[in-house]
């Protein structure tokens, strides 16, 4: 009679474990969702002002900027790897060089990006280079058309829902040796812009 209440107390005690590893098994569980990724490529516009000098960007002798861009980013932890390729219409940014100005005209730009993300924001630096279309102003009777030169800059960049993201960007670009011919002869000026953009990109 005590082995067959035995017996039967096990068999209850097995039949409650498996019992409690079935409801386990079959409990809501929790997972955390998959950390937001800038991995991928990307095409969108900006505008902003291209200007010659600090501290007013919106002084008569800058321009209203506008173009367009397409990049890609890699991805690995928190650090974020890219290239950009940018082309903008300047709007006619004045330089003073000798004898008179010169104004620019158009910029592409090929660019390298490092930065941090932050969940969805992303912080950035930026470097390449940028030719760069000048054109006569007052004073100047010729000039380089085109002239390579450098770029580097810093950003911040918001992704939001449906692969749209918004960023603000600033770059300096420095273009050496721009030839110019004036009333006083020719000279070669080093020319040094800013421009401050915003702009849109859609990743996919």
């Not at 004898?99 to 924001?121: M, N, P, V, Y």
Request: hydrophobic share 40%; with cysteine; net charge positive.
């Amino acid at each position: 009679m005590f082995c067959r209440t035995k017996i039967a107390l096990a068999a209850a005690f097995a039949v409650g474990l498996s019992g409690t590893a079935m409801a386990a098994d079959l409990s809501p569980t929790y997972n955390d969702p998959p950390a937001f990724q800038w991995s991928g490529a990307y095409v969108g516009v900006h505008g902003g002002t291209a200007f010659t000098k600090m501290p007013n960007p919106f002084a008569g002798r800058n321009g209203w900027s506008g173009g367009l861009q397409a990049g890609y980013n890699i991805q690995t932890g928190p650090a974020v790897f890219g290239a950009e390729l940018e082309g903008s219409y300047l709007g006619g940014a004045e330089h003073n060089v000798e004898g008179g100005k010169i104004k620019e005209k158009w910029r592409a730009a090929a660019k390298a990006k490092a930065g941090l993300a932050f969940d969805q924001t992303l912080v950035f630096g930026t470097a390449g280079v940028a030719m760069t279309t000048f054109d006569k102003a007052g004073g100047v009777r010729d000039t380089d058309s085109r002239k390579l030169g450098y770029l580097v800059g810093a950003g911040v960049e918001q992704a939001f829902a449906g692969g749209l993201s918004a960023k603000i960007e600033y770059d300096y670009i420095r273009t050496p040796n721009v030839e110019t011919r004036s009333a006083f002869g020719t000279a070669k000026t080093g020319i040094g812009s800013q421009e401050l953009k915003a702009g849109i990109n859609y990743r996919f």
